[in-house]
């Protein structure tokens, strides 16, 4: 069952890493167009598996499933937005500090307990931010900001999730964030627009392909195993993002930045071994 969740881990490490090397690609796009066409292609996905399936679209938690939406999409288009300032590898392990963001946010929301020893990680962790950004040239204000409210933005979602709870499906809270995507990119998007020329169409439509599928097998593989085994294994999003912006992309990092990717990536790792671990 280890072994299948890995391989599940890897693919969607994969997919988020394709996703991110292709937003790069379209750095001349608005990222409010590439969130507009981020949850066309998901959308393909979610509305018939839910009509199907016989599941209301409508969902249980309407408030919630919409602060959901709203700080969902928040957190994609800035994260989107970093990508145009920031090495991939960089902005994906900014981005990854959310679950500190999040476990501030359940200390004081939902009453939860942070372990001692969860607070050294989460320290080793913005070591590695202060690394990257004191060290690393590459690693601009704008760019860092961007992330990290990204990140912030995303331990809001951590939040809104776990007040769901099982009331609602899980298509339809993706659902749910996918339309809302739809709704404020295509807006805001309106006064940038950039008619897509080629096969830019397919590589926009890509998007929500692989993000659907990275986020289908990341949820099969934490299904299979357990949570403290399967779940540090996202980080290699990182090492496949940046293996993608070395080769395709020709980004350089430095050995403070490496070493600024390393400290958030085994901060965050042994976080999320110590909660999850029984």
């Avoid at 040239?137 to 992330?147: E, H, S, Y």
């Avoid at 998007?189 to 890509?206: D, H, M, N, Q, V």
């Amino acid at each position: 069952m280890l072994k299948k969740a890995i391989q599940f881990m890897i693919i969607s490490a994969i997919a988020f890493a394709f996703l991110n090397a292709v937003v790069k690609y379209l750095g001349d796009f608005n990222a409010y167009q590439i969130v507009f066409f981020r949850s066309i292609g998901t959308l393909a996905f979610t509305i018939p598996f839910l009509l199907k399936h016989k599941i209301s679209i409508y969902g249980n938690k309407k408030t919630l499933l919409i602060l959901r939406g709203i700080v969902g999409v928040t957190s994609m288009a800035l994260f989107f937005m970093s990508l145009k300032y920031l090495p991939m590898g960089s902005a994906v392990s900014l981005r990854y500090i959310s679950p500190i963001f999040a476990a501030v946010f359940a200390l004081f929301i939902l009453k939860e307990k942070i372990k001692y020893i969860q607070w050294l990680f989460f320290l080793i962790a913005f070591c590695g931010v202060l690394v990257l950004k004191g060290f690393d040239t590459q690693i601009g204000t704008t760019g860092l900001l961007l992330a990290l409210a990204s990140a912030f933005f995303s331990g809001l979602v951590f939040i809104t999730i776990r007040k769901i709870g099982t009331d609602d499906h899980p298509v339809v809270v993706v659902n749910y964030f996918m339309i809302i995507a739809l709704l404020a990119g295509g807006i805001l998007c309106i006064p940038y627009w950039k008619t897509p020329i080629g096969w830019e169409w397919a590589l926009l439509l890509s998007l929500g392909i692989f993000g659907y599928v990275g986020q289908l097998y990341m949820t099969k593989a934490l299904q299979l195993a357990e949570t403290n085994k399967a779940a540090p294994l996202k980080y290699i999003e990182v090492i496949f993002t940046m293996l993608i912006g070395l080769s395709w992309f020709h980004e350089s990092y430095t050995l403070w930045s490496v070493l600024g990717i390393i400290l958030i990536v085994i901060g965050l790792t042994l976080n999320t071994y110590t909660k999850t671990a029984k």
